[in-house]
């Protein structure tokens, strides 16, 4: 690993890449894995669980007193009550393509200072991709500095996102923002772990990514890689607030703005006319009345009348 990484970054890629080894290896023989379910359609594997103590093990050798925020071991703070550094750490993004053999994958490592992220790590073992970044030193894949698409038409765009999955997930109001955003962009792409599909926005491989339901571990260090790459992320409404709040929003400075006008009111943080309307709409769209299409027009038109370019 190279000398001018940051010390902390270095260790983050040495776990990274030793959770990548226990994944491969599984993939082998993936039939054999065991795989319990932590609610319907959420899955959790011995992968999983393997995954995450080889980083935590690597991470915790080289700085005992940091914090531990995982997806499967939960909160674990610091010696000393609480550091100010926290390792945020999803071991296995995108579990459910991997017990079904389908590659898309991921590692993902963040490191909060003082609830900043400052390190980040998205490790692709099925390609060996490693996405990194630190704060203030640009994101890379691999040898190689990325940025964000230069596309500033969402018509033109590819943009990924992530479908409700749970019980209790918001089908009805994501499936109206999925028919307003459609209509709108070239294509749309559900790879199936959100954690990648911001390492893709960093990188230019597409243009925009909006997702409900995540967690922090899922887009932490996904995050740093696009703004370091010249992205923005934030929640619906285009505001910071989003590693904690279950919605995010990435993409390109041009079109982070555009998206924000289409998915905005889908936001907690929108305003009350806003929500009314989305809760009649879905409500519309339950009974099985034509609403989504109208729904897209209307931003269409509005995206339209801004000029094909919104001024962010």
Known sequence: MSSNLHPMLNVAIKAARTAGTIINRAALDVESVRVAAKQTNDFVTEIDQAAEKAIIDTLLTAYPDHGILAEESGEMPGKFGGADHVWIIDPLDGTTNFIHGFPVYCVSIALAVKGRIEQAVVYDPTRNDLFCATRGRGAYL???????????????????????????????????????????????????????????????????????????????????????????????????????????????????????????????????????????????IATGAPVADSAADAVADDTHSHGSDAPF
Do not use: H
Request: neutral net charge; proline residues 4%; aromatic residues 10%.
């Open 142 to 284: 691999n040898d190689r500095r990325i940025r964000v698409a230069k596309r500033t038409t969402l018509r033109d765009t590819l943009i990924s996102t992530g479908f409700p999955f749970r019980p209790g997930d918001q089908f009805k109001t994501y499936m109206a923002m999925l028919a307003d955003v459609m209509p709108l962009c070239a294509g749309v792409r559900r790879p199936g772990s959100a954690a990648l599909d911001l390492a893709y926005v960093a990188a230019g491989f597409s243009d925009g990514f909006f997702e409900m339901g995540l967690s922090p571990w899922d887009v932490a260090a996904g995050s740093l890689l696009v703004t370091e790459a010249g992205g923005l992320v934030g929640n619906f409404t285009g505001e910071a607030d989003f590693l904690e709040q279950k919605e995010c929003l990435a993409a390109n400075p041009r079109i982070y703005g555009q998206l924000v006008n289409v998915v905005g009111k889908y936001s907690k943080f929108a305003s009350a006319g806003d929500k009314a309307a989305v809760r009649q709409a879905t409500g519309e």
